[in-house]
């Protein structure tokens, strides 16, 4: 079979499959603002997401596109040439995606979820099968991360953000539903003992680093709580197991908990202190301008919920 000669369309599309396209809109935001501050805010992005896009984008254009020019920033030359170009380029994008209609029965789409670990644990289950019965052609991506809504958007280009209340962000937001802060520990735990004493007396199993401060230790210290971490874990679904096994206590989603229960020789209480709840919220990737697909995925999330409450 002889091979069709490669043309000059050909090359530039698979130079073109080999970058990141996700960056063209902060590049077009740094462009316009010429300040990397409000360009963030422009787009919605935090400055440092905004920082390490202007360091990709440098590297792969192989320029500096703003440089410091007295107490502001100008645009180089090869910037001030993208800008025009890349103004029409991503406005004639975005009508030609809201022109396209939706169509779930057909669609070969790829939904991206971002969300992190136990939130997908909690629903995930219900949300695939939901995907299948309704999008049977379509895919399903949870990108189980620490969701930062600026950088799951810009970079991953996820659909939506699945974001703990306690997470900032500067896009509208939308409760999904809720949850908090519970006490856990093994079923042999002395009974009479309170979740305060539960806290103060039994070692800890906790997330993160020592470094890393979870609400619920903030708090323990406010209230000068002794108490002891004894095993660390960077995967928070690690500690329903490791406190049903090792006689030790821990904080953790009351939802994760409650399921993991019937796995587990595990006490639920209460936490014993004030705290912010730990409800889950909606981000929509601001780009996403298919308003069929948005509503479509909308119900299609909460009646995941639905089907695990």
Not at 37 to 66: C, E, F, N, V, W
Not at 133 to 151: D, F, K, M
Not at 184 to 211: D, F, K, M, N, Y
């Amino acid at each position: 079979m002889t091979q069709q000669p490669t043309t000059a369309m050909d090359a530039d599309l698979a130079r073109l499959a080999s970058v990141n396209l996700n960056l063209l809109v902060p590049l077009l935001a740094l462009l316009e603002e010429r300040s990397v501050t409000r360009a963030a805010d422009k787009i919605g992005l935090s400055q440092p997401a905004m920082s390490h896009a202007l360091r990709r984008l440098r590297r792969l254009l192989g320029d500096g596109l703003l440089v410091r020019q007295g107490s502001g920033m100008r645009l180089t030359p090869l910037a001030s040439e993208l800008l025009d170009p890349l103004e029409r380029v991503l406005h004639s994008t975005a009508r030609l995606v809201t022109a396209t209609t939706f169509d779930p029965t057909t669609t070969r789409r790829l939904v991206t979820v971002a969300l992190t670990t136990s939130t997908a644990f909690f629903m995930g289950g219900a949300l695939a099968r939901l995907m299948a019965e309704r999008a049977p052609y379509a895919g399903l991506l949870l990108e189980t991360t620490n969701p930062n809504a600026g950088t799951v958007f810009a970079e991953q280009g996820a659909d939506v953000a699945l974001l703990s209340e306690g997470v900032p962000t500067r896009f509208p937001r939308e409760r999904l539903y809720d949850d908090r802060w519970v006490v856990i520990t093994h079923g042999a735990a002395p009974r009479a003992a309170g979740a305060g004493e539960l806290l103060a007396t039994l070692p800890h199993v906790a997330w993160g680093s020592p470094q890393d401060r979870v609400r619920p230790y903030e708090v323990l210290d406010e209230y000068k709580v002794p108490y002891t971490v004894r095993h660390r874990v960077m995967d928070n679904m690690m500690i329903p197991g490791l406190v049903a096994n090792t006689g030790g206590v821990a904080v953790h989603r009351y939802r994760v908990a409650a399921a993991l229960k019937g796995y587990f020789d595990l006490r639920i209480e209460e936490f014993p202190y004030p705290i912010q709840g730990l409800g889950i919220d909606l981000v929509w990737n601001p780009w996403l301008s298919d308003q069929t697909f948005t509503a479509w995925l909308r119900r299609l999330l909460y009646d995941a919920i639905e089907a695990v409450r």
